[in-house]
Nanobody, 123 residues
Framework: QVQLVESGGGSVQAGGSLRLSCAAS????????MGWFRQAPGKEREWVAA???????GYADSVKGRFTISKDNAANSLYLQMNNLKPEDTAMYSC?????????????????WGQGTQVAVSS
């Protein structure tokens, strides 16, 4: 059984940085796509970024130029480097993965999810 476990969340001031990690345990897969989503209180879950099996990446317009997604296949880990954080980045961040198909901005395209890590950015 595959498990995804996020870490690295916390509280920072606007302009600060955080690096989120997502470790996959259990059976190993050659992931077709891994991504990050976030959900703020009272808002819908929002796609943040994704990376496919070739290393190609995609970002939501709201984070482009500030966030960087990367992965380490040998370590079965996914990362999200977040720079120049803004209060509107405050949310629960979750990693997600799928073993078939292309990357998608739709959360229901992903079969595997972590429990999330909280990010709070103060002004």
């Amino acid at each position: 059984q595959v498990q995804l476990v996020e870490s690295g969340g916390g509280s920072v001031q606007a302009g600060g940085s955080l690096r989120l990690s997502c470790a996959a345990s259990g059976s190993t897969y050659r992931w077709q796509c891994m991504g990050w989503f976030r959900q703020a209180p009272g808002k819908e879950r929002e796609w943040v970024a994704a990376i496919d099996g070739t290393g190609s990446t995609g970002y939501a317009d709201s984070v482009k130029g500030r966030f960087t997604i990367s992965k380490d296949n040998a370590a079965n880990s996914l990362y999200l480097q977040m720079n120049n954080l803004k209060p509107e980045d405050t949310a629960m961040y979750s990693c997600a993965a799928r073993t078939t198909g292309l990357c998608s901005r739709s959360y229901d395209a992903y079969a595997y999810w972590g429990q999330g890590t909280q990010v709070a950015v103060s002004s």
